[in-house]
């Protein structure tokens, strides 16, 4: 079973932040990843097989990303990356064995940036943070952008607008919403941990709204935990981003 990621990125974050968060993945995917293709935005990255697209910032952009990278990788599975996730080597040693099934990282704690402040919880499920089948992504992600076309959601899409609606609806993350209740199929989902955990950087341009806080939710999560960044052994924090 070969194993390759896909990066995509819109620049849209801290140069700081994507440059280390950038130079960690180079180190962790070392020994587990044969392929790796990246997706940015409007000017070209030296990061695997590079696409470039053309276009604004949106949620709709973030599919058409995911899309062409998935469809430009050749490996059995794929592992979705980020560009302000640090990533433990541990994350990819993982094994998604069943082709139907979308499988989540649950070892993750969320940073609130540059704050000395991560938490996490139980149902905490990330993109950033998922593994599974490549052709099982690319099924569901050009169907995805599909919909979303046909719908006309791209229109409420962009620069300088809301979070759309729709895409809180469906959902970000595959398998983990069933239609019943809104989401955007009735795919399957399963959860690992590494054996280290990842962190999730929430800073000021995360194309999604920043959710570090008990307040942040409509529907407050179970098992709330909040540690300070010496917490997190694997990662020296306040050293990499030079912190106070």
């Known amino acids: 079973m070969t194993k390759g ?8 974050l801290d140069p700081e932040i994507h440059k280390i968060c950038l130079a960690n993945l180079k180190e962790a995917i070392k020994g587990e990843i044969t392929e790796i293709v990246s ?5 070209p990255l030296a990061f695997g097989k590079n696409c470039m697209l053309a276009g604004e910032r949106s949620n709709t952009m973030y599919v058409k990303q995911i899309v062409t990278a998935l469809e430009n990788l ?7 990356t980020e560009h302000d996730v640090l990533y433990d080597p541990s994350h990819f040693e993982f094994t998604a064995t069943k ?37 099982l992504a690319l099924r569901h992600y050009r169907d995805r952008l599909r919909k979303i076309v046909e719908s006309g959601w791209d229109k ?6 809301m979070q759309p609606k729709w895409i809180r609806v469906i959902g970000y993350e595959p398998g983990t919403k069933k239609r019943k209740i809104g989401g955007f ?33 409509t529907h407050p999560p179970t098992d709330w935990n909040e540690k300070q960044l010496i917490y997190i052994e694997n990662f020296h924090l306040k050293e990499m981003f030079n912190l106070k």
């Not at 990621?5 to 849209?12: E, L, N, V």
């Not at 050749?74 to 979705?80: E, H």
């Open 5 to 12: 990621i896909i990066y995509y990125t819109d620049f849209h």
């Open 74 to 80: 050749n490996t059995d599975i794929v592992f979705f």
């Open 99 to 135: 082709v139907n099934t979308f499988y989540y990282d649950i070892n993750v704690w969320r940073w609130e940036y540059p704050y000395d402040r991560i938490i996490n919880y139980k149902e905490l499920t990330s993109l950033s943070m998922m593994s599974c089948s490549r052709v």
């Open 156 to 161: 409420e899409d962009g620069i300088g607008k």
């Open 39 to 43: 997706v940015s935005l409007n000017q």
């Open 185 to 217: 199929s009735n795919d399957l989902s399963e959860q690992w941990r590494s054996v280290r955990p990842n962190v999730d950087i929430q800073h000021n341009k995360t194309l999604s709204n920043p959710k570090t806080r008990l307040e942040n939710f």
